[in-house]
């Protein structure tokens, strides 16, 4: 969509105050949805209304602007005052249908998107109003762009234009290393790590969105034309999670619409250039290849939904090394481009396949929780002794994951469809599995764990280190440190006991 609503631009925009803006712009901004900040649908009128009666129903609610609407209330076209003045007023009879002098298509946002794609937008756009719809295309709201500004600083509007960079891949690349700065500021405006974490993640999204809308064009311009059958494109491990840290590598797949054996030759034929484009042009804005060939141009990732599910009921019966990997990768997918449906269906699938075969709970226990955390006798935090970063803690593998680990076994097992970590320790608090005081212990450590374990990363990346899950105990205030082991000791309790719940062992 090119094309977008009310362009009141005669006037130009007031510049934020930005000496009357404090650090919880940043907040206020990249910590809220649009639903936070938007204001009543606009006018509605149906598709085929006169455009005399539109005009008057405008003037009668004091409207700048109509959405119009088809039979299944969906926006199709904007009418605005500019439209009335310019299109309207010499050409259009009463009766005429307003659809003739509407602005179509129409830019809109989702009330779950957050604030600052809206502000990117409009900016990118000169829009002052967007509307906002709800997961049907509906009108739900509006959203006003000297509203939102109005809690952005001049450094937030900077940061909002970097990270919504359009067009050539150096473009995204540069918005890809504006998150270090914005995660920075998030950091020391106190929003919490896990809060950073899944608006990195939902940052890292768009980036593979738009990379993926650019390919998919640029394939049909070239010939291939549009692609054979719909597909989903899944992000899964910390991606799917909406935990991705600073620098994660690609972790993605596809799910195509089935088709007839006899079809495979020419569909996957296209679907074979279009995933190679997309992991590789990934890797150019900053998302590594996946050293564990975890893409879509890989084969095992990209499917059609009949052979997700029997993969899935292989993995299932064979529980061999290899396939609990896998699943271990693919139980936190998370659809995020084309259809969301076969991701929900699979996702029903995968719970009622596991409910049949629980010893596939029970291996993936026995290898995912083996790893205990970073602390040894007398709370001591256990450091590397060799390799790249002797000295230091590795508060992934022997902090998070752990924690991770566990939570995903009791939700995989409950029918739990969240996949954040933390959206699974409150459902598991609410369905009794995890005791109400536990799930706050857990939720402490996790904030504490990860902020933590970005601050590093961000000191690492502003040093000109190399960026990794490497925290120095030594930078650590006594309060934190503490605080630190505190954290893994509950951790350590809840591996513990999740691991003799599935499998019977003590330790």
């Known amino acids: 969509m090119t094309k977008a609503a009310d362009r009141s631009a005669d006037r130009p925009l007031p510049r934020p105050l930005a000496e009357t803006i404090g650090r919880r712009s940043q907040t206020a901004i990249f910590g809220k949805l649009v639903r936070d900040f938007m204001g009543r649908a606009p006018l509605a009128v149906a598709t085929g209304a006169p455009a005399g009666r539109v005009v008057a129903d405008m003037a009668a609610a004091a409207s700048t602007s109509a959405l119009v609407l088809d039979g299944a209330g969906r926006i199709i076209g904007i009418v605005t005052e500019r ?17 003739s002098f509407a602005t179509r298509p129409v830019l809109t946002v989702g009330a ?43 450094q937030m509007v900077r940061q909002i234009d970097l990270l919504s ?30 809060d950073i974490q899944a608006l990195i993640t939902e940052i890292n999204h768009d980036l593979h969105c738009r990379i993926l809308d650019g390919i998919v064009a640029r394939m049909a311009e070239e010939g291939w034309g549009a692609p054979p059958v719909p597909f989903t494109l899944l992000i899964m491990g910390s991606g799917g999670r909406g935990e991705n840290f600073l620098f994660p590598d690609q972790d993605n797949g596809f799910i195509l619409s089935d088709y007839s054996d006899a079809d495979h030759t020419r569909i996957d034929s296209y679907f074979i250039p279009l995933a190679e484009r997309l992991n590789l042009q990934l890797d150019k804005i900053g998302f590594p290849l996946c050293k564990g060939h975890v893409m879509a141009r890989n084969p095992l990732w990209r499917k059609t939904a009949s052979q997700w599910r029997a993969q899935t ?29 076969p991701a929900t269906e699979l996702r029903q699938f995968v719970t009622t396949t596991l409910a049949a075969y629980p010893a596939l709970l029970s291996q993936m226990c026995r290898d995912e929780t083996v ?35 566990s939570v995903r076994l009791l939700a995989v097992r409950e029918g739990v469809s969240e996949t954040a970590t933390l959206a699974r320790i409150a459902a598991l608090a609410e369905r009794g599995p995890i005791e109400r005081d536990e799930a706050d212990a857990l939720v402490g450590a996790f904030n ?31 309060r934190e440190r503490k605080l630190l082991v505190d954290s893994l000791r509950a951790i350590e309790e809840f591996r513990t006991e999740t691991r003799s719940e599935f499998t019977g062992a003590l330790f």
């Open 83 to 99: 439209d009335i003045a310019r299109k309207m007023a010499f050409q259009a009879a009463p009766a005429a249908p307003i659809d």
């Open 112 to 154: 779950d998107d957050h604030l600052y794609r809206a502000v990117a937008r409009m900016r990118r756009h000169n829009l002052r109003h967007m509307p906002v719809v709800d997961a049907m295309g509906r009108p739900v709201g509006l959203v006003n762009l000297i509203d939102a500004l109005s809690v952005a600083a001049d």
């Open 165 to 194: 960079r359009e067009g050539t891949l150096e473009g995204m690349a540069e918005a890809k290393r504006a998150q270090v700065e914005l995660a920075s500021d998030l950091l020391a405006d106190n929003l919490p790590a896990p």
């Open 313 to 341: 009921a292989l993995w299932a019966r064979r529980r061999s090394p290899a396939a609990i990997l896998f699943a271990d990768i693919f139980f936190d997918f998370r659809a995020i481009w084309g259809p969301l449906e």
């Open 371 to 405: 790893q205990s955390v970073a602390i040894g006798l007398f709370g001591r935090l256990v450091t590397a002794s060799r390799g790249e970063y002797p000295g230091r803690v590795d508060l992934k593998l022997r902090g998070t994951m752990p924690l991770v680990s």
């Open 448 to 478: 504490h764990v990860t902020s933590v374990l970005l601050r590093q990363q961000l000191s690492d990346f502003q040093a000109g280190l190399k960026v990794g899950n490497f925290v120095a105990p030594q930078t650590l205030s006594r």
